[in-house]
């Protein structure tokens, strides 16, 4: 009776440290908890278990550590928050149990979808840079996107491919890539709509070229870049395993959409005064584009509950 009420009780903690970590995400990015509302319930609970952690290393690297502690333009504390959860999160999988919901959470996924080490080692070094780069020459950029971004995508297939086998080695390459190009231009789209903010709040700037006299070639020719690796990564998304599809569909389109946006508004990136401002992608539409990404996927008998789930 003892075990099985260890059991239970374990079962329950999992279950609401899952909850704990889906709660991040609607909180922190709609666009992307919509795209996840697609997935089957058990990918959708582990997209949202990595995301939550990732968010996290983001609020100590953007400053709300230093705004709760009240240490404005002091990186040592924020240095020492990221290195110690660093290590908690390398840690993580090897422990069943964490006092931390979201930490639990994440174990859970890394074991059960074997995440490389290396690949959230990447992601940190990425979330460092933010803490000692103000503004980023185009090699460490690079770098940044890679382990901000790109590595974010293959941990997204280790989720998509843990009780799926994976594809020839040719196939799974181009898999690999897709991921991470499309990676790479939700990044490079993140970097144009937030760029106001990032220079002027977080003192960070990911684009020097757009605060050059040449700012509206920079600008298209960043635009152009990010358009190019979300269109590369969309022509793999036929080779996932057809249950994702839909969900990747969606998140891809929505960037695009958001990247269209940006062309038709530069000055919302690049103008003066109160003519610079943060794009969204309004909900009917985000609405639009995931019903459309269901219905192209043969999923149209799960429209109704999922249309509402992206309008809520």
Not at 68 to 76: D, E, K, Q, V
Not at 216 to 243: H, M, Q, V, W, Y
Request: glycine share 4%.
């Amino acid at each position: 009776m003892s075990d099985n009420v260890s059991h239970e009780s374990l079962s329950l903690y999992d279950a609401t440290a899952d909850k704990a970590a889906s709660a991040v995400i609607k909180q922190y990015s709609s666009s992307f908890h919509i795209a996840t509302c697609l997935y089957p319930k058990p990918i959708r609970r582990a997209i949202r278990n990595l995301y939550a952690v990732v968010r996290i290393a983001d609020e100590i690297v953007d400053g709300t550590l230093r705004k709760a502690n009240s240490l404005a333009g002091n990186t040592h504390c924020m240095s020492n928050a990221l290195a110690s959860y660093e290590q908690t999160i390398l840690n993580a999988p090897h422990k069943r149990f964490h006092t931390d919901p979201i930490v639990h959470a994440y174990a859970n996924t890394a074991r059960r979808c074997r995440f490389p080490e290396e690949h959230m080692q990447a992601f940190f070094r990425s979330m460092r840079m933010d803490l000692s780069t103000t503004s980023f020459a185009d090699t460490e950029l690079q770098e940044y996107i890679y382990g901000s971004a790109e590595v974010i995508g293959l941990l997204c297939l280790d989720i998509f491919y843990a009780e799926t086998p994976r594809p020839d080695s040719a196939t799974w390459s181009r898999i690999q890539e897709g991921a991470q190009r499309l990676g790479a231009g939700f990044q490079k789209i993140n970097f144009l709509r937030d760029y106001t903010e990032d220079t002027t709040v977080r003192r960070r700037d990911y684009y020097p070229r757009l605060s050059a006299p040449s700012a509206e070639e920079a600008f298209n020719t960043i635009l152009a870049e990010a358009r190019s690796d979300l269109l590369a990564g969309a022509r793999t998304i036929k080779l996932l395993p057809p249950k994702v599809q839909p969900a990747v569909a969606a998140a891809s389109e929505i960037y695009l959409e958001l990247a269209g946006k940006l062309c038709r508004h530069p000055e919302a990136v690049i103008g003066a005064g109160t003519n610079k401002r943060r794009l969204s992608v309004p909900k009917p539409v985000k609405t639009r584009i995931v019903s459309q990404a269901i219905f192209r996927s043969g999923y149209g008998a799960a429209l109704h509950k999922l249309t509402r789930k992206a309008g809520a």
